[in-house]
């Protein structure tokens, strides 16, 4: 019973973040503004690294959490360059 409780609530887990990957998707590509679209990039690593989790709880292996690691380490330099280049119009002074 509480095998069939974590299949499901992985599996319903999985489809709602890719539904929030497929609207930062949409935002990256239609976003009025680079700050929209950088502020989608965001969600979208932050869903993906989410996304890497579920499928490593889901496998049994932890490999994944450290892959998932590793997208939220380069998310967030990714995330600050781009902000510092939108602010300043460079990323290296």
Same mark, same amino acid.
């Given at each position: 019973?509480?095998? @069939?409780?974590?299949?499901?609530? @992985?599996? !319903?887990?999985? &489809? %709602? %973040?890719?539904?929030?990957? +497929? $609207? /930062?998707?949409? #935002? &990256?590509?239609?976003?009025?503004?680079?700050?929209?679209?950088?502020? /989608?990039?965001? /969600? $979208?690593?932050?869903?993906? *690294?989410? *996304?890497? *989790?579920?499928?490593? &709880? #889901?496998?049994? !292996?932890?490999?994944? $959490?450290?892959?998932?690691?590793? %997208?939220? &380490?380069? +998310?967030?330099?990714? !995330?600050?360059? @781009?902000?510092? $280049?939108?602010?300043?119009?460079?990323?290296?002074?």
């Amino acid at each position: 019973m509480s095998e @069939l409780i974590l299949h499901w609530g @992985l599996m !319903t887990a999985q &489809i %709602i %973040i890719a539904l929030a990957m +497929g $609207f /930062a998707a949409y #935002r &990256i590509v239609i976003g009025p503004r680079a700050q929209d679209r950088v502020l /989608a990039l965001d /969600a $979208f690593y932050v869903a993906a *690294m989410l *996304m890497l *989790m579920l499928f490593g &709880i #889901r496998v049994g !292996t932890a490999i994944y $959490f450290e892959v998932a690691l590793v %997208i939220g &380490i380069l +998310g967030f330099v990714g !995330t600050v360059a @781009l902000a510092k $280049f939108l602010m300043r119009g460079e990323v290296i002074e």
